[in-house]
């Protein structure tokens, strides 16, 4: 609190100098020329999930009326997506500049806080948004609760079942006679649109299956396309904003699995599984009625499904890229 109350005076003035301005100038500049993806790297700032947070913010404050800035939270500065970023992306470096970054941002928790809202809230002004709505948020939920209203258990077919995954595609857009994961994927990434983006959403436990976040390096590295994650439901205020309200040139990997153990939701009729797999075919349904490609996979074994998909996008990042 500290920290911010030092900065806010600064931040509140129209000065050149304000470095709220500043950020916020170079952000709206680089949107101008097509740059809508903003590229976050930890350089040392000491401040442990710091781009998490501020991807929430950005994301679900200025991705709405076919706009916005996407955030991608990058492992750090050597990550694909950062010194490697296209000219549709904006490298910040959270902490200490270094060669790559476009934009450093450096200060204590309190002050970065505080600047980054401060900025965020001027972008929305530049792009002509509210950045203190979230009208795509809801339509997720509607769909989601009329699932469970259905029965979430026949809500849709695989197209075919390669090893410990089912296909799923959302929509018409996979090719028919898709056979296999590796040429899903493959259909996926040649569906993401110019300077588009993939996005992968992960409908699984953060713990048992922490090995899922490595997909986001290894997708923007076979593809050069700059590549989000995210673990849901949690995301699905954050990133999910701008997936449904922002530049409509997304693609969307979802992740599920089959629940080996779980719990009924006291007074409902489904249990948190199913609430979990709603939500994830809610979203999914939601994204396909905005003509984004999405293509959901389905562990049928969660450790063999991950060990599978992971082996098919290094595969799929040794051939042509999209």
């Known amino acids: 609190l500290n920290d911010a109350s030092a900065v ?21 500049a680089a949107h101008s020329r097509r740059a809508e993806k903003v590229a976050l790297a930890d350089t040392g700032s000491g401040i442990v999930g710091f781009a998490d947070w501020a991807e929430q913010l950005i994301a679900e404050s200025t991705g709405k009326q076919g706009t916005g800035l996407l955030p991608v939270a990058l492992e750090g500065p050597g990550s694909p997506g950062f010194t490697d970023a296209g000219d549709d992306a904006t490298a910040v470096a959270i902490g200490p500049a270094v060669s790559g970054a476009a934009v450093a941002v450096t200060g204590a928790l309190g ?8 900025a965020t809230a001027i972008v929305g002004r530049l792009l002509g948004i509210n950045p203190f709505d979230q009208p795509d948020v809801e339509a997720a939920k509607v769909a989601a609760r009329e699932l469970l209203d259905a029965g979430v258990g026949g809500a849709d077919h695989p197209v075919c079942t390669d090893g410990a995954i089912a296909v799923h595609p959302g929509g018409d857009w996979l090719p028919d006679g898709t056979a296999t994961v590796a040429a899903a994927l493959r259909a996926l ?10 996005a992968v959403q992960a409908y699984l436990d953060r713990l048992t299956d922490a090995s899922a ?13 700059q590549t989000t ?3 849901g ?5 954050s990133t999910g904003q701008y997936h449904k309200g922002g530049h409509p040139n997304g693609a969307f990997l979802q992740l599920t699995g089959a629940v080996e153990r779980d719990l009924a939701v006291p007074g409902a009729s489904y249990t948190l599984g199913g609430l979990q797999l709603a939500q994830a075919l809610g979203d999914g349904r939601v994204l396909a009625g905005h003509r984004r490609p999405v293509l959901r996979l389905h562990f049928t074994d969660r450790a063999a499904g991950l060990v599978q998909l992971v082996r098919a996008v290094q595969e799929l990042g040794r051939g042509a890229g999209p």
Request: proline fraction near 3%; charged fraction near 15%.
């Open 111 to 118: 002050a970065q806080l505080l600047l980054w809202e401060h």
């Open 229 to 231: 994650f995210g673990w």
């Open 8 to 28: 806010s005076g600064m931040l509140a003035t129209d000065d050149a100098a304000n470095p709220a301005l500043r950020l916020a100038a170079a952000l709206g």
């Open 233 to 237: 439901p949690r995301f699905l205020h």
């Open 213 to 225: 976040a490595v997909l986001r390096a290894e997708l923007a590295r076979g593809t050069g396309v």
């Open 189 to 198: 990434v040649d569906a993401v649109a110019e300077h588009g983006y993939l």
